[in-house]
């Protein structure tokens, strides 16, 4: 199966940018598409962003498009997220979680959690000053 773990959060003022990685072993990345997604303490689950299995379709929440970019590099197996203009409600722990289905629907709207097969331990994203 599919194993993803999750680098490059930390703390980072207003405004700031961090770039996350989900690395994969296990298996053939581009057999899966790809999801984002962040919890808040006290909060559920959110999902954030996706990208399909060849990396042509992605798709975002309101809450972050136009600042966070999803991209993929399959020969790396890694799947990244860039995040710009940080704010304070961005801070979260975000994970990352794979789907093999063949038809993850990224390309028209943003997928549920329950539609991920696996999932990474999350990367802690502070957003402070």
């Known amino acids: 199966q599919l194993q993803l773990v999750e680098s490059g959060g930390g703390l980072v003022q207003p405004g700031g940018s961090l770039r996350l990685s989900c690395a994969t072993s296990?298996?053939?990345?581009?057999?899966?598409?790809i999801g984002w997604f962040r919890q808040a303490p006290g909060k559920e689950r959110e999902k954030i962003s996706c990208i399909s299995r060849g990396g042509g379709a992605t798709n975002y929440a309101d809450s972050v498009k136009g600042r966070f970019t999803i991209s993929r590099d399959n020969a790396m197996n890694t799947v990244y997220l860039q995040m710009n203009s940080l704010k304070p409600e961005d801070t979260a722990t975000y994970y990352c979680?794979?789907?093999?289905?063949?038809?993850?629907?990224?390309?028209?709207?943003?997928?549920?959690?329950?539609?991920?097969?696996?999932w990474g331990q999350g990367t802690q994203v502070t957003v402070s000053s």
């Open positions: 979680a794979a789907d093999l289905s063949v038809n993850n629907g990224c390309r028209t709207y943003l997928p549920d959690m329950n539609v991920y097969d696996y």
């Open positions: 296990g298996e053939i990345l581009s057999y899966y598409a």
